[in-house]
């Protein structure tokens, strides 16, 4: 077997050591166009899971690389004059020349032929090679020489990078945030040896081309930023080493393999370095390479294919949570108003990977500083006076106040059809299924999108608003909530547009019914489903007051019903978002065209509501703040509809995305959206609704505290368990926390005792198991403590 290897980083480098100690008798050969001791950049960062895979993969170079490590557990924040510590992080970090060597040697002793200081002459002089590897970086040759069958995608970030290094001894992993009269810098800085430490600086392109440094001018580089980071770095004198400003390609194949060439490392995908995972990436996909290539022997076509099977959504995913960490120091100056301890827990969960309760693991006293201050400002947001010795709730058990109205938590039960009224009269359904919802918990409920007449409906299941008997109906539901529950209920209204007189959720949804459809209008006579759908009819100016009236009148029978809040549905591309989306208005009169225009009507929409509705009730819209379609609303195009909103007297934005048309491409994953509501909310300056794939009380706490929404809906999550708040809550009192933010029901209360009890045995045996669980035996290597 002959295995050739273009490229000697790490990727190369560990494929070709594994294979080699795998199958002594396989020629491996690598080709590296650098000297053996040329390397670029000062050390790099390995995480402890990532230590036990190379254990497990090759122990001698486990050995001789974890022996070199410097350890830390600390990170540190620098921001608006505050330090703010959290230990508990467990990293590790190496200079990346001594890893190179590390591997070079290991190499050399298992007989891997390296040529050094070899350009490599393309694919096709590998003819005879059993497996070709294109280990080749970022700007991987091998990838562009097989683009057609790679079809590679890199996408420039807009931030400038630098990489430099100062021999000073850290505290720990040291983040910064300074500002001066060009912009934010951001400063990363880790330790890899004793004394020894690798820099990162960022800021956006502007702020980079305002200082006048070039490109290349590593002596002015260096000197800028000792002067603007000198107290970090304790005056240490800033190296270079190609320290060259760069900005960040974020490089995505459609398949890695072809024939018998594969991609592996920064050549397949690149992670920012913000998550320190480009290096565990390249080892970890050398290891799973070499694992499909055992498994499937000479065939290595068959060996390929299993690799990216396997590979890929772990890659994914941590290529996924490098793009949302990036976000956060691209997007710094939506944090930059946040109190220290709100915007050091924002920096910590920017990727989703550590959360509230993650945090907590880590060091308890975070998180205990995070309630603490979340408590007090709230508190003085609501104008609540706390007692000096107040003990704190979890941030989604605090009242957030919207006008008049104030929610009990931050638990939102959101908008849900139920596909079963009749001539859009609510039935007992629809009394049960409210009246249960709002028992178990949440602070506020929305109805389902209840429509403004007969011929505004999705389908014949829908609810409405449009004749007495629905008032009756309406009212009887919100009375119970009411008088039994503290939860605050909306009235959700809309108009279906071109997705209306379609079938129920759970046949064919969004296609036309088999029979009985009803004309439908829209802003623009464009079918949902192109030869499948009715065409719409596009709107006239008639029709336009016809639609504002009816949503007038039904708001009117909502204050007759007693709701509390009225939310506009102005997205998932019914009437009024098909207005807002480029991609469902194509009109050329004063409606259509720019983003102002297309507002047009659903602001006189919402006006002509907001007059109607009483003042001291709140109004939200819910918008899809992104198409995900090429052309359509983007992230900043929902910030400029938010704001609109916001100036006609809007309280809070219902933050979702999509379904304005089938070609919509959502990127799906935990709290998907909630990125939107972040950006909306610090961007425009109003309250947001997060909702979207938020299943879990961690997942609440940590959007809230973290600034990036002031509610969290959840939809699914509620119809599996209407008392999703109530086990929440049973949890948190379980950990000490106080009892606040919940209010059971009185016929139920010797349940919710219970339900403690049993919570609080369950902790105290998972306390007790866990503290039976012995340490792991100590470690072969010595780990060098830095500071
Ligand atoms: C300048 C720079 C500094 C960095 N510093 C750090 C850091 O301090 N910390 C950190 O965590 N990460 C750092 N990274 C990122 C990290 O090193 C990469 O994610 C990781 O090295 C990827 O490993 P790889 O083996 O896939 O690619 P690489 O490490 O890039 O290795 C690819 C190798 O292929 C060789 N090569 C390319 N084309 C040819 C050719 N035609 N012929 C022969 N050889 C070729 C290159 O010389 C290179 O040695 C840095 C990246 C760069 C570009
Ligand atoms: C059965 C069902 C019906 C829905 N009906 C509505 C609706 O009437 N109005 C609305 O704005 N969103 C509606 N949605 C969308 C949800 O409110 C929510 O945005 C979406 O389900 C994502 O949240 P989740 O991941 O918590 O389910 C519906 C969702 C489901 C599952």
């Known amino acids: 077997m002959r295995v050739d290897v273009i490229g000697g980083g790490p990727a190369g480098l560990y494929f070709a050591i594994l294979t080699k100690q795998s199958r002594p008798d396989a020629e491996v050969n690598v080709i590296e166009r650098n000297h053996a001791n040329d390397t670029f950049g000062f050390g790099i960062v390995l995480s402890d899971e990532t230590l036990d895979n190379l254990r497990q993969a090759d122990e001698p170079s486990y050995r001789e690389i974890a022996a070199n490590f410097a350890y830390w557990d600390d990170i540190y924040t620098h921001y608006q004059g505050k330090v703010l510590k959290s230990s508990g992080h467990g990293f590790s970090g190496i200079r990346r020349l001594s890893l190179l060597q590390i591997l070079q040697r290991r190499a050399a002793k298992l007989d891997v032929r390296m040529r050094f200081h070899a350009e490599d002459a393309g694919v096709h002089a590998h003819r005879g090679a059993d497996l070709i590897l294109g280990a080749d970086g970022i700007n991987s040759g091998v990838r562009e020489q097989l683009k057609a069958h790679f079809r590679p995608t890199s996408e420039m970030r807009p931030n400038r990078f630098v990489w430099l290094g100062a021999k000073t001894t850290l505290p ?19 330790m890899y040896a004793q004394g020894e430490c690798t820099l990162v600086i960022e800021t956006t392109n502007e702020a980079f081309l305002a200082s006048g440094l070039g490109v ?54 690149t992670a920012h370095w913000s998550i320190g995972s480009g290096t565990k990436l390249a080892l970890e996909d050398a290891i799973a390479l070499h694992r499909a290539v055992l498994r499937h022997g000479h065939d290595a076509r068959a060996a390929l294919e299993a690799y990216e099977v396997e590979r890929r959504p772990e890659a994914e995913r941590i290529t996924h949570s490098a793009s949302t960490s990036l976000q956060f120091f691209e997007n710094v100056r939506r ?32 998180i205990r500083d995070v309630d603490a201050w979340w408590t007090k400002h709230v508190s003085q947001q609501e104008h609540i006076r706390l007692p000096a010795d107040f003990a704190a709730p979890p941030p989604m058990f605090s009242p957030l106040g919207l006008r008049g109205m104030t929610t009990m938590n931050r638990v939102v039960v959101s908008p849900m059809c139920q596909y079963c009224a009749e001539d859009g009269t609510p039935t007992d359904w629809h009394f049960v299924h409210y009246g249960s919802r709002a028992v178990g918990g949440a602070g506020l409920m929305f109805t389902e999108m209840t429509c403004v007449a007969r011929d505004a409906r999705i389908s014949n299941g829908c609810t409405g608003m449009y004749q007495p008997e629905h008032v009756a109906c309406w009212q009887r539901i919100v009375q119970f909530v009411h008088i039994h529950t503290d939860c605050k209920i909306a009235l959700q ?7 209306g007189s379609t079938q129920l959720g759970w046949e064919e949804m969004d296609r036309p019914l088999p029979s009985g459809n009803w ?24 029709d336009m007051e016809r639609v504002r009236r009816e949503f007038v009148a039904a708001a009117q029978m909502g204050i007759a019903c007693g709701f509390d809040m009225l939310e506009l549905h102005m997205a998932h591309g019914y009437l009024l978002a098909s207005f807002i989306s480029p991609i469902t208005n194509r009109r050329t009169d004063e409606y259509g065209g720019s983003l102002e225009n297309r507002m047009r009507f659903p602001l006189e929409v919402f006006d002509a509501c907001r ?45 979702t995305t999509g379904q304005t048309d089938p070609a919509s491409k959502p990127v799906y994953g935990r709290m998907f959206q909630a990125t939107f509501a972040e950006q909306i909310r610090n961007d425009a300056g109003i309250a947001t609704m997060a909702v979207g794939a938020i299943t879990t009380a961690d997942q609440v706490n940590t959007l809230i505290a973290s600034g990036r929404a002031d509610l969290c809906a959840l939809a699914r999550p509620h119809l599996a368990d209407p008392y999703f708040t109530f086990h929440a809550a049973a949890e948190y009192q379980a ?28 902790r105290a045996a998972a306390e007790e198991i866990a503290g039976r669980i012995k340490p792991p035996k100590p470690d072969v290597v010595v780990r060098q403590k830095a500071a």
Not at 177 to 187: C, D, K, P, Q
Not at 241 to 252: M, T, Y
Not at 493 to 499: D, W
Request: hydrophobic share 40%.
């Open 611 to 655: 007059k109607a509705w009483p003042d001291e009730k709140p109004m939200s819209v819910r918008i899809s703040a992104a198409d995900w379609i090429p052309g359509g609303n983007t992230g900043e195009d929902g910030v400029e509809i938010a704001r609109l909103f916001k100036a006609h007297g809007c309280d809070l934005i219902d933050v």
């Open 335 to 366: 944090f930059w108003n946040m109190d220290p301890v709100q915007f050091n827990f924002a920096l910590m969960s920017r990727s989703k990977q550590i959360t509230y309760e993650n945090l907590r693991k880590r060091d308890a006293g975070v």
């Open 216 to 269: 290349e001018d590593e002596q002015a580089t260096a000197a800028y930023v000792a002067r603007l980071f000198g107290e970090e770095l304790n005056g240490a004198p800033v190296l270079v080493n190609r320290s060259f400003w760069r900005q960040f390609p974020v490089v995505r194949c459609a398949t890695w393999h072809h024939d018998n060439v594969v991609l592996v490392g920064d050549a397949a995908h």
């Open 493 to 499: 209204l809309g108009h279906a547009g071109r997705k």
């Open 735 to 762: 950990m000490g926390y106080p009892l606040e933010g919940t209010s059971w029901p009185k016929q139920y209360l010797s349940g919710r005792d219970q339900l403690y009890t049993l919570a609080r045995r369950a």
């Open 519 to 542: 004309p439908i209008i829209a802003a623009s006579a464009l079918p949902y489903y192109p030869g499948v759908s009715q065409a719409p009819r596009a709107m006239t100016r008639k």
């Open 172 to 190: 720990g992993f040291t983040y910064s945030f300074r500002e001066n009269e060009l912009g934010v810098w951001n400063l990363h800085a880790y």
